[in-house]
């Protein structure tokens, strides 16, 4: 009791030392994700071509306890006259829990309609993308994973305006952003992490609700730089060349030198290459039970990643109560930049070659370069049918418990992994 | 006469009052008290149910006459807010957690201010012109402007 007093008091002397000249209203909010799962295959079920052990949806075929948890705080400072500052601070485990600011910035209420803000953000790509950590605020355990994966590219530094205001009985959210953001990326191909840099990034979204319908489009635009040239040389453009010399000196014919110009390798690098992205989703949750559908393209108009990428999902739910049974099924498919292959294909001279080492070894060396560069192009192509069922409980006023079983048909790899995880999702 | 009829009234009512208590003690997950939306004597603008359940949900932020609004909760489980929560916002706790959770966390609002209590949100509505809340019915005075009950 005196403890508590004496720190009472000790708080409110030190409150008083510090309160500034403007009463400012100081608000903390957090949230937690906890999450359990494994991957339900045989081993050999879960290996690439290459023989890697593929993990789904970041579960392998251990228990997995951290990789997928998250645990932040939020902080917004209240400044009065429409002022306001916002921080958020997040440890993910798969970061090993290094907590990082995830966004800070600050907000200024022009009038009831109009809001600005500026500092490092979350993009709003997707119909979840602003509380894509808070696992609470949505009924699966993770959005979407084809259909919501960006590649990293999830906050921006920039300045951001956004419009809410009625028409009619429908009330409008428009949210205009324009930002940059300097990264590091992991690609699944490389090896290691590359620097990645967005820049004039613009991006318009646009929402309108009416009861508990809801329907949004966005489109977004920017310039895409990806340190990855070198890889390519390295594991593309080089390897292929050597491996078409060393083949042709290993049975006692000269080496070709094949090699690609600036140019044409272009088409396989990010270099200051625009990119567009553009979604619709709907959403109607008139409470005892819930649809959302969403839609979104990526087009990376360049480059050796799949080009475009497009995801489509429909999720829906029952709310019995404090259970919420629901399911998703997702399409997730992308064609591969045929453009590119096609300006390196066309430095490959097929009649100087048949010239060179006669037809039939001229015709071997055209085709199998053509399949080497076309393994450049194709190797992130993705074709996949996702679904997953499972049950929410909302079993406390703060926190929810969700079991899914999640499986894929992925065509590319013929592959069909299913796992089963668990999460306990919690606001404070 | 008169006197003696209104005293039977008023002792009618009390007698009522202490019955619906007592009851309410016997069966408290049975009852379903009435609820007030409240705004400022001062506050003239016409306001529908509709426009109340859209400030809750942050989908409205000022008042037909212009006016920002300062909503004001009760804590969550409490009797007024559980029942103002399905009858006027039309979504049960959880769900309105699960919403709000989404705006919070995305910056898009700020959730009403919590009270602790009738008496506050009467306090609270009495002192600010912009100010909205939910009271049980049986709290209300004539100090404020009652936009409805349900």
């Known amino acids: 009791m005196n403890v508590k007093l004496a720190t009472r008091f000790g708080l409110s002397a030190l409150a008083l030392a510090i309160t500034p000249a403007h009463a400012v209203d100081l608000r903390f909010d957090g949230f937690a994700t906890f999450v359990v799962g494994q991957m339900l295959d045989d081993d050999e079920l879960n290996h690439d071509p290459q023989g890697n052990l593929m993990t789904f949806r970041g579960f392998d075929d251990q228990i997995n306890f951290q990789s997928n948890n998250v645990f932040a705080i939020q902080a917004r400072a209240d400044l009065g006259e429409g002022l306001s500052a916002t921080a958020q601070i997040m440890a993910k485990g798969v970061d090993d829990y290094d907590a990082k600011f995830s966004w800070a910035y600050l907000s200024y209420e022009l009038t009831p309609e109009w809001t600005i803000s500026a500092g490092q953000m979350r993009i709003p790509y997707f119909y979840y993308s602003e509380s894509l950590d808070v696992g609470y605020s949505y009924p699966f355990i993770r959005p979407p994973f084809n259909t919501y994966d960006i590649g990293g590219f999830d906050n921006i530094s920039g300045l951001k305006a956004e419009w809410q205001t009625d028409v009619g009985n429908w009330v409008s959210r428009v949210t205009m952003l324009a930002g940059r953001t300097d990264t590091t990326l992991k690609i699944s191909q490389l090896p290691d992490p590359v620097k990645a840099q967005v820049s004039r990034m613009g991006l318009l979204a646009w929402s309108m609700n009416y009861d508990a319908f809801t329907v949004r489009g966005i489109y977004a635009r920017a310039n895409l730089s990806l340190g990855v040239s070198d890889y390519l040389d390295a594991i593309g453009f080089d390897r292929i060349s050597n491996e078409v010399d060393s083949t042709l000196t290993g049975i006692g014919l000269p080496a070709l030198g094949l090699n690609f110009s600036n140019d044409a390798r272009h088409g396989a690098y990010y270099d200051n290459d625009a990119a567009e992205f553009y979604g619709i989703a709907f959403n109607y949750d008139p409470g005892p039970y819930f649809v959302t559908i969403e839609s979104t393209v990526l087009d990376l108009q360049n480059g050796f990643m799949q080009n475009p990428g497009t995801g489509t999902y429909l999720n829906a739910g029952v709310r019995l109560g404090k259970i919420t049974p629901y399911f998703t099924i997702e399409r997730a498919e992308s064609d591969y930049n045929e453009k590119g292959y096609r300006r390196l294909m066309a430095e490959v001279n097929h009649a100087g070659l048949q010239a060179q080492y006669g037809s039939l070894v001229g015709d071997l060396i055209y085709s199998g370069v053509g399949a080497g560069l076309k393994q450049v192009f194709v190797s992130s192509l993705k074709e996949e049918n996702a679904y997953n069922i499972g049950v929410r409980y909302d079993f406390h006023p703060s926190a929810a418990f969700k079991l899914e079983y999640m499986t894929a048909k992925n065509h590319n790899y013929d592959l069909s992994p299913q796992a089963i995880a668990a999460s306990v999702d919690v606001i404070f | ?150």
């Not at chain 2, 966390?105 to 306090?123: Q, Y």
């Open chain 2, 1 to 150: 006469m008169n006197t003696d009829l209104s005293r039977k009234l008023a002792n009618a009512g009390l007698l009522r009052r202490y019955a619906i208590g007592a009851l309410l003690l016997i069966a408290p997950s049975f009852a379903s008290a009435e609820i007030a939306v409240i705004v400022n004597l001062n506050n003239k603008d016409k306001i529908t149910m509709d426009d109340v359940q859209k400030t809750y949900l942050a989908k409205t932020k000022t008042f037909p006459g212009g006016g920002k609004i300062v909503a004001l909760d009760q804590a969550e489980g409490s009797t007024s807010r559980v029942e103002f929560v399905s009858k006027v916002v039309k979504k049960d706790e959880a769900q309105m957690k699960a919403y709000w959770s989404r705006l919070i966390f995305t910056g898009k609002g700020v959730p009403p201010k919590t009270l602790d209590s009738d008496a506050a949100v009467l306090e609270a509505v009495i002192s600010n012109p912009n100010a909205i809340g939910f009271v049980e019915a049986d709290s209300v005075t004539d100090k404020v402007r009652v936009i409805g009950t349900l």
